[in-house]
T-cell receptor, first 110, second 116 residues
Framework: SQQGEEDPQALSIQEGENATMNCSYK?????LQWYRQNSGRGLVHLIL?????REKHSGRLRVTLDTSKKSSSLLITASRAADTASYFC??????????FGAGTQVVVTP | EAGVTQFPSHSVIEKGQTVTLRCDPI?????LYWYRRVMGKEIKFLLH????????ESGMPNNRFLAERTGGTYSTLKVQPAELEDSGVYFC??????????????FGPGTRLTVL
């Protein structure tokens, strides 16, 4: 079954704008991660937020976590064309198995 | 240090044929995972090796899929016979067992499989 569900499925913005995508999950978690996949490339780990954290920053990325609503958001500020990619949230079970959502396809136009 | 590598990068085969995908994890990583993304859908877990042992193969779709990790180094994923619905991108990831509650998984570039 799908653990994470991203919203929106697709997002088109212009360079310099902010991009926000959301993720909902179903079961309790220890942590939640966000990944990026550029076309033709593997998944790149962006950021991990633990269940006892509410917000985390990494460069132009800001992640929030609301465990009461079982949801997380990823904000990319001042987007660039190179941010064009698919973004996935994922949770892990006790053995490290990642459970992904369907992803959000972000297109940043110059 | 080399990352996770996968071979081939692309494979186009006909229905009924056999294909073998290979994954070389980062040296020293005991954990090796296979995932699959089919037709723009979510990325789904296939199985997990700890060294040469299958820890979890609950995601393997059916008995047409066979994964091995002889010697606990590289892994192969064989699809025999391939069906149309097997088309997708197959990702491999590895992680080391640090004893922490979370071990970051490092992904390979994936193998794009097209079954005609």
């Amino acid at each position: 079954s799908q653990q994470g569900e991203e919203d929106p499925q697709a997002l088109s913005i212009q360079e310099g704008e902010n991009a926000t995508m959301n993720c909902s999950y179903k079961t309790s978690i220890n942590n939640l991660q966000w990944y990026r996949q550029n076309s033709g490339r593997g998944l790149v780990h962006l950021i991990l937020i633990r269940s006892n954290e509410r917000e985390k920053h990494s460069g132009r990325l800001r992640v929030t976590l609301d465990t009461s609503k079982k949801s997380s958001s990823l904000l990319i500020t001042a987007s660039r064309a190179a941010d064009t990619a698919s973004y996935f949230c994922a949770t892990t079970d006790s053995w490290g198995k990642l459970q992904f959502g369907a992803g959000t396809q972000v297109v940043v136009t110059p | 240090e080399a990352g996770v590598t996968q071979f081939p990068s692309h494979s186009v085969i006909e229905k009924g044929q056999t294909v073998t995908l290979r994954c070389d994890p980062i040296s020293g990583h005991d954990n090796l995972y296979w995932y699959r993304r089919v037709m723009g859908k979510e990325i789904k877990f296939l199985l997990h090796f700890v060294k040469e042992s299958k820890q979890d193969e609950s995601g393997m779709p059916n008995n047409r899929f066979l994964a091995e990790r002889t010697g606990g180094t590289y892994s192969t994923l064989k699809v025999q016979p391939a069906e149309l619905e097997d088309s997708g991108v197959y990702f491999c990831a590895s992680s080391q067992d640090s004893g922490e509650s979370y071990n970051e998984q490092f992904f390979g570039p994936g193998t794009r499989l097209t079954v005609l």
